[in-house]
């Protein structure tokens, strides 16, 4: 049963500190996104790769956070230094190449306290 | 901007009934309509979906239809159980090139017994 699955699942941490959130996408899958939930918001696209290249981040804060794919089996997702406006749910999701259909992983609950 | 609107944050059903569940788009590029279901503590997961060359997808008792002069898409649950209680995005695509998709903010289905 293939899955994406999300490190942490929750993470409590202070303003001012280091998180990095880590994602294994499904094996295969040459795609992978990162999201944001929030309720006011809804589900907002951070990070977007194909295979493994960068190809928009335009939804991310520059400043603080940093998306990367040291390799096909993992994403990460790095916010440094967080504040109390990065709590939300992170979603990483990964797809097969030229498919629209996408494959969530459970997320991680941030709260930045 | 606001691509994807979903209008209604809530909806209320009898178990049995019919559940409807809208979303209206902006963006006339869109050629690809995906619905997903979330519960509490998951991710959100693929439900069914549409290409713009349909009007009507139907997968059991889950049923979107694409209406593209109004740019407005509804998906119909006959009949609805209370295991379809969830928050239901909607989300779109533009084929061109990119498997990224934009989402509502959702909408909360309850269907009580």
């Known amino acids: 049963d293939a899955r994406v699955t999300q490190t942490p699942r929750h993470k409590v941490t202070e303003m001012g500190q280091e998180v990095t959130m880590r994602c294994q996408p499904i094996l295969g899958h040459n795609t992978v996104f990162w999201y944001r939930q929030t309720m006011m918001q809804g589900l907002e696209l951070l990070a977007y790769f194909r295979n493994r290249a960068p190809l928009d981040d335009s939804g991310m804060p520059k400043d603080r956070f940093s998306a990367e794919m040291p390799d096909a089996t993992l994403a990460t997702l790095k916010i440094q230094p967080s504040e109390p406006r990065d709590s939300a749910v992170y979603f990483c999701?990964?797809?097969?190449?030229?498919?629209?259909?996408?494959?969530f992983g459970p997320g991680t609950r941030l709260t930045v306290t | 901007d606001q691509q994807v609107k979903q209008n209604s944050p809530s909806l209320s059903v009898q178990e049995g009934r019919i559940s409807i569940l809208n979303c209206d788009y902006t963006?006339?590029?869109?050629?690809?309509f995906l619905w997903y279901k979330k519960y509490p503590a998951e991710g959100p997961t693929f439900l069914i979906s549409?290409?713009?060359?349909?009007d009507k997808n139907e997968d059991g008792r889950f049923t979107v239809f694409l209406n593209k002069s109004a740019k407005h898409l509804s998906l119909h649950i006959v009949p609805s159980q209370p295991g379809d209680s969830a928050v239901y995005f909607c989300?779109?695509?533009?084929?061109?090139?990119?498997?990224?998709?934009?989402f509502g903010k959702g909408t909360k289905l309850t269907v009580n017994p």
């Open positions: 989300a779109a695509s533009d084929r061109g090139g990119s498997e990224k998709l934009v």
């Open positions: 549409i290409s713009s060359i349909k």
């Open positions: 963006n006339s590029m869109f050629d690809y």
């Open positions: 999701a990964s797809g097969p190449l030229n498919r629209e259909e996408q494959y």
